[in-house]
């Protein structure tokens, strides 16, 4: 662009030159050049970063749509993984790259809406627009196979008979916070044992050294396999890849939680150019690709995008500020 | 069974697949060899790839890749003393000085042989006896992994060699590595100085890195190199050596370390989250230990090269035998596999066999084929790895430390990683120098966050009180181990200062 400018203005006089110079800041400034910027973009290639390491539930559906996604563009698509700090680092690096679409967030909606309310974070939700939804995992809280309860009241029961507080395995501040109410609400002590990943939830239960324990997913195949009980999904309707278990709305709570797979540019992106990303999206999410991704790793994946997107987010975030008040910060 | 047998036979036994498996090692051995690229980052990449090919082929190629990266980090490990990856540290031990004596082609026979001999035992453990062996080992929660850590750490003084203390404190300042990023039980940060990069703790790679491979070419720039490519060239194999070739009695020597080796890397990689360093490092040990000339280790024993990289190779079919039989991944890597798995719409756990009998079949006999696509790769691919140390230095450094670099951005988080590993080759210079062992230093790194955890989680669990000890008779036993380890230790430790020359001060009353 600017070296288009430099090579007219050469041929031109100065005072012209000048002229069109300032006619063009003049433009840019009431916001004309925006939507021709717009209305061209994308002209180079599109950086989705994803704020996982590869292999990861939200990596396997980004590289799932990439294809339809880059075909939609007319721009090809690249993936770059920037693991860390529950996708913290990866969401401080997009919020600071400039806002012309072209570095694109691939993270976990919890990352947005509720790590900067529990721990130090260089960005908040206005960091970012809130391009759209691409799927949710089903997230459920599941116990052992030889544990004597089937139900979340089953489990109160049993601690409030023995006389103790229920250990669960915890990998993220999502679990620890949504077990910490619930356990407040039924008047029960609750203990987080810190756990490392999904598997690391999984290993604990079949052991046996935990009452309870939370996943996005990872807890379906070993429960149809028998070695796990799911209790209730995390969500506050029901789960639609598991329509029989009962979800938080069942147990009559006010509020459930779930994990969204998200795509955010910075804040201050054209809305033009985030209405462009979405709707090529839309189509990329809902391939036969994505489809059975989804489908394969126990993953919704369902598109929403624009204001229902934003909405989503907003809702989630208001979930987070209560948990975060009634619990307490831990 | 027969019939299983028959269909998988016809479903691997085709021109392509084998073509997949072959390249899937040979992508794997390459990636190993080369400091600096992972072979958990190459399987996460090749992911995507094998969307559209049969799930056998697609598992079978996964599978190998992993398989040929165990075995290739040995390559550069010998000849270089740079290990490919961190679970060939122990391997430099041994390997490259072999390599200084010009017996390089014949430790890069042995390292191969044991890495296929490792791969094949743990292949036939997962055929035969994954069902109970996983059901064992999912039995045991953290507190017999804790246990098992406090064991394995006690080892950090048994390769301590001639400076025990010195040992000690790498061990330590290795253990110590691990202590920034997000406390597991509070969740807060610790010791992050308000960096971000930091909330995950050090990216261990990117020191590993550093301290492993660019530290190394300090150290060899150092040693005389002053671009000048007639400096004496290590002697290579070509010069007729009396030992230099491997020979058939030479199987002898290694085969108990082989089976030593095995042994170790099986348990380990069933057990989740000790992973393959922790394996060939133990191994090493042990052989050592039981060896009735231990003071040749570390100056060029083959059984070194043999114990570290036969249970190294072994860690990785090891590693499949809970996600075969209960679907719970121990690591990194093998979540990734499990995730293909599930891509391909096979679920793993006690009932992929009765959903999917044949294609799990099918997968056995590709990982068997991948082994010996292994043997073939590896005797091809040392041929020419080993003419690397007839390259000139002034061509071969400046190589690997473009790897390093491009292996720091990709496994650091970026720049971060960059200067992290630039810092710790530096670090890893000192050490060298000044003769801290480096491998205790790694081991303690390794070890350090899996031990936190497991500690932490026990003491959680049993609300702090010991007695829970008596239901975790497994854990009892290493608890004593340990023990009886720290003492032999300890006592080897103070003759070995006493040998040495007396300190100025006695200690006195501090």
Same mark, same amino acid.
């Given at each position: 662009m600017r070296q288009h400018y430099q090579?007219?203005?050469?041929?031109?006089?100065?005072?012209?030159?000048?002229?069109?110079?300032?006619?063009?800041?003049?433009?840019?400034?009431?916001?004309?050049?925006?939507?021709?910027?717009?209305?061209? /973009?994308?002209?180079?290639?599109?950086?989705?970063?994803?704020?996982?390491?590869?292999?990861?539930?939200?990596?396997?559906?980004?590289?799932?749509?990439?294809?339809?996604? =880059?075909?939609?563009?007319?721009?090809?698509?690249?993936?770059?993984?920037?693991?860390?700090?529950?996708?913290?680092?990866?969401?401080?690096?997009?919020?600071?790259?400039?806002?012309?679409?072209?570095?694109?967030?691939?993270?976990?909606?919890?990352?947005?809406?509720?790590?900067?309310?529990?721990?130090?974070?260089?960005?908040? #939700?206005?960091?970012?627009?809130?391009?759209?939804?691409?799927?949710?995992?089903?997230?459920?809280?599941?116990?052992?196979?030889?544990?004597?309860?089937?139900?979340?009241?089953?489990?109160?029961?049993?601690?409030?008979?023995?006389?103790?507080?229920?250990?669960?395995?915890?990998?993220?501040?999502?679990?620890?916070?949504? #077990?910490?109410?619930?356990?407040?609400?039924?008047?029960?002590?609750?203990?987080?044992?810190?756990?490392?990943?999904?598997?690391?939830?999984?290993?604990?239960?079949?052991?046996?050294?935990?009452?309870?324990?939370?996943?996005? =997913?990872? /807890?379906?195949?070993?429960?149809?396999?028998?070695?796990?009980?799911?209790?209730?999904?995390?969500?506050?309707?029901?789960?639609?890849?598991?329509?029989?278990?009962?979800?938080?709305?069942?147990?009559g709570f006010p509020f459930g939680v779930t994990a969204h797979i998200s795509l955010h540019a910075p804040a201050g992106t054209p809305p033009e150019v985030v209405k462009k990303i979405a709707a090529a999206l839309e189509p990329a999410v809902n391939s036969e690709m994505v489809q059975t991704v989804g489908q394969k790793r126990f993953m919704d994946m369902t598109y929403r995008g624009g204001d229902a997107a934003a909405a989503v987010m907003k809702k989630e975030r208001e979930t987070y500020v209560t948990l975060v008040k009634t619990v307490g910060m831990n | 069974m027969i019939e299983y047998v028959s269909i998988a036979a016809g479903e691997i036994f085709t021109p392509s697949v084998i073509g997949y498996i072959?390249?899937?090692?040979? &992508?794997?051995?390459?990636?190993?060899?080369?400091?600096?690229?992972?072979?958990?980052?190459?399987i996460a990449l090749a992911i995507p790839f094998t969307f559209t090919m049969p799930p056998a082929a697609a598992l079978s190629f996964l599978i190998g890749i992993n398989k040929g990266g165990a075995a290739g980090a040995a390559v550069s490990a010998i000849l270089l003393n740079v290990p490919g990856e961190p679970s060939a540290v122990v391997t430099t031990y041994d390997g490259y000085p072999m390599t200084r004596q010009g017996k390089a082609r014949k430790a890069l026979t042995i390292a191969l042989l044991a890495s296929v001999a490792g791969d094949l035992l743990a292949t036939v453990t997962l055929i035969l006896l994954a069902q109970p062996v996983a059901r064992f080992a999912i039995g045991l929660g953290p507190i017999?992994?804790?246990?098992?850590?406090?064991?394995? &750490?006690?080892?950090?003084?048994?390769?301590?060699?001639?400076?025990?203390?010195?040992?000690?404190?790498?061990? &330590?300042?290795?253990?110590?590595?691990?202590?920034?990023?997000?406390? &597991?039980?509070?969740g807060l940060p610790r010791m992050t100085f308000g960096m971000l990069e930091l909330y995950d703790g050090i990216p261990l790679l990117a020191v590993a890195i550093g301290t492993l491979a660019l530290s190394e070419i300090l150290v060899q720039i150092d040693e005389g190199w002053h671009g000048d490519h007639r400096y004496p060239q290590i002697a290579d194999e070509r010069t007729k050596n009396a030992d230099s070739g491997f020979r058939l009695p030479d199987v002898a020597r290694i085969t108990p370390a082989v089976l030593r080796g095995s042994l170790v890397g099986t348990l380990v990689g069933i057990l989740p989250g000790l992973g393959a360093t922790l394996a060939s490092f133990l191994a090493y040990t042990w052989v050592r230990q039981s060896s009735k000339t231990p003071e040749a280790f570390g100056k060029g024993a083959p059984e070194g090269v043999a114990a570290s990289e036969s249970a190294d190779n072994a860690t990785v079919p090891a590693a499949l035998i809970p996600v075969f039989a209960i679907g719970v991944p121990g690591s990194l890597s093998t979540a990734l596999l499990m995730g293909a798995f599930m891509m391909h719409g096979l679920t793993p756990g006690p009932f992929l066999f009765k959903e999917s009998g044949a294609v799990v079949f099918a997968i056995y006999l590709g990982m068997l084929l991948a082994s010996a696509a292994l043997l073939l790769v590896g005797l091809f691919g040392q041929r020419i790895f080993s003419m690397v140390i007839q390259i000139r230095k002034s061509v071969l450094l400046p190589v690997i430390v473009f790897?390093?670099?491009?292996?720091?951005?990709?496994?650091?988080?970026?720049?971060?990683?960059?200067?992290?590993?630039?810092?710790?080759?530096?670090?890893?210079?000192?050490?060298?120098?000044?003769?801290?062992?480096?491998?205790t230093f790694v081991v303690g790194y390794v070890l350090g966050p899996m031990a936190e955890l497991t500690i932490r989680q026990s003491l959680i669990i049993s609300d702090s009180n010991p007695a829970v000890l008596i239901d975790h008779p497994i854990a009892v036993v290493f608890l004593v181990l340990a023990a009886l380890s720290i003492w032999r230790f300890a006592i080897a430790g103070a003759r070995s200062m006493q040998i040495a020359p007396a300190p100025a001060s006695d200690g006195g009353d501090r």
């Amino acid at each position: 662009m600017r070296q288009h400018y430099q090579s007219k203005s050469r041929r031109l006089t100065r005072r012209a030159a000048s002229t069109v110079l300032a006619g063009t800041a003049l433009a840019l400034a009431a916001g004309i050049g925006a939507p021709a910027m717009a209305a061209e /973009w994308p002209t180079k290639a599109i950086t989705i970063v994803v704020a996982y390491p590869a292999g990861g539930g939200t990596d396997i559906s980004i590289r799932a749509l990439t294809d339809t996604l =880059g075909e939609k563009l007319g721009q090809p698509i690249l993936v770059q993984n920037v693991g860390g700090a529950g996708g913290g680092v990866a969401a401080t690096k997009v919020a600071k790259e400039p806002a012309d679409g072209y570095t694109l967030l691939a993270t976990n909606s919890t990352s947005i809406t509720l790590a900067p309310l529990v721990q130090k974070a260089l960005y908040d #939700m206005d960091s970012f627009e809130h391009v759209a939804i691409i799927g949710e995992f089903q997230n459920a809280f599941f116990t052992g196979s030889k544990q004597p309860y089937d139900s979340l009241d089953g489990l109160i029961k049993t601690v409030k008979a023995e006389n103790r507080a229920i250990k669960g395995a915890s990998q993220l501040a999502i679990d620890r916070l949504v #077990m910490q109410f619930i356990a407040k609400e039924r008047g029960v002590e609750f203990v987080p044992v810190p756990v490392s990943g999904g598997s690391g939830s999984v290993q604990a239960v079949m052991s046996g050294d935990v009452d309870v324990a939370f996943s996005g =997913g990872s /807890w379906a195949p070993i429960v149809k396999a028998g070695d796990a009980k799911a209790l209730f999904a995390a969500s506050y309707e029901r789960l639609k890849l598991a329509p029989d278990l009962v979800s938080m709305k069942d147990l009559g709570f006010p509020f459930g939680v779930t994990a969204h797979i998200s795509l955010h540019a910075p804040a201050g992106t054209p809305p033009e150019v985030v209405k462009k990303i979405a709707a090529a999206l839309e189509p990329a999410v809902n391939s036969e690709m994505v489809q059975t991704v989804g489908q394969k790793r126990f993953m919704d994946m369902t598109y929403r995008g624009g204001d229902a997107a934003a909405a989503v987010m907003k809702k989630e975030r208001e979930t987070y500020v209560t948990l975060v008040k009634t619990v307490g910060m831990n | 069974m027969i019939e299983y047998v028959s269909i998988a036979a016809g479903e691997i036994f085709t021109p392509s697949v084998i073509g997949y498996i072959i390249l899937g090692v040979l &992508i794997g051995y390459i990636v190993g060899a080369l400091p600096g690229m992972n072979r958990t980052t190459a399987i996460a990449l090749a992911i995507p790839f094998t969307f559209t090919m049969p799930p056998a082929a697609a598992l079978s190629f996964l599978i190998g890749i992993n398989k040929g990266g165990a075995a290739g980090a040995a390559v550069s490990a010998i000849l270089l003393n740079v290990p490919g990856e961190p679970s060939a540290v122990v391997t430099t031990y041994d390997g490259y000085p072999m390599t200084r004596q010009g017996k390089a082609r014949k430790a890069l026979t042995i390292a191969l042989l044991a890495s296929v001999a490792g791969d094949l035992l743990a292949t036939v453990t997962l055929i035969l006896l994954a069902q109970p062996v996983a059901r064992f080992a999912i039995g045991l929660g953290p507190i017999e992994l804790a246990s098992i850590l406090i064991f394995s &750490i006690t080892f950090i003084a048994a390769v301590s060699g001639d400076s025990f203390f010195k040992a000690l404190i790498a061990g &330590i300042l290795g253990l110590l590595l691990s202590a920034p990023g997000i406390d &597991i039980e509070t969740g807060l940060p610790r010791m992050t100085f308000g960096m971000l990069e930091l909330y995950d703790g050090i990216p261990l790679l990117a020191v590993a890195i550093g301290t492993l491979a660019l530290s190394e070419i300090l150290v060899q720039i150092d040693e005389g190199w002053h671009g000048d490519h007639r400096y004496p060239q290590i002697a290579d194999e070509r010069t007729k050596n009396a030992d230099s070739g491997f020979r058939l009695p030479d199987v002898a020597r290694i085969t108990p370390a082989v089976l030593r080796g095995s042994l170790v890397g099986t348990l380990v990689g069933i057990l989740p989250g000790l992973g393959a360093t922790l394996a060939s490092f133990l191994a090493y040990t042990w052989v050592r230990q039981s060896s009735k000339t231990p003071e040749a280790f570390g100056k060029g024993a083959p059984e070194g090269v043999a114990a570290s990289e036969s249970a190294d190779n072994a860690t990785v079919p090891a590693a499949l035998i809970p996600v075969f039989a209960i679907g719970v991944p121990g690591s990194l890597s093998t979540a990734l596999l499990m995730g293909a798995f599930m891509m391909h719409g096979l679920t793993p756990g006690p009932f992929l066999f009765k959903e999917s009998g044949a294609v799990v079949f099918a997968i056995y006999l590709g990982m068997l084929l991948a082994s010996a696509a292994l043997l073939l790769v590896g005797l091809f691919g040392q041929r020419i790895f080993s003419m690397v140390i007839q390259i000139r230095k002034s061509v071969l450094l400046p190589v690997i430390v473009f790897l390093c670099i491009v292996g720091a951005y990709m496994e650091g988080g970026g720049m971060f990683g960059v200067y992290l590993m630039l810092v710790f080759g530096f670090v890893g210079y000192f050490m060298k120098k000044f003769d801290y062992s480096f491998v205790t230093f790694v081991v303690g790194y390794v070890l350090g966050p899996m031990a936190e955890l497991t500690i932490r989680q026990s003491l959680i669990i049993s609300d702090s009180n010991p007695a829970v000890l008596i239901d975790h008779p497994i854990a009892v036993v290493f608890l004593v181990l340990a023990a009886l380890s720290i003492w032999r230790f300890a006592i080897a430790g103070a003759r070995s200062m006493q040998i040495a020359p007396a300190p100025a001060s006695d200690g006195g009353d501090r």
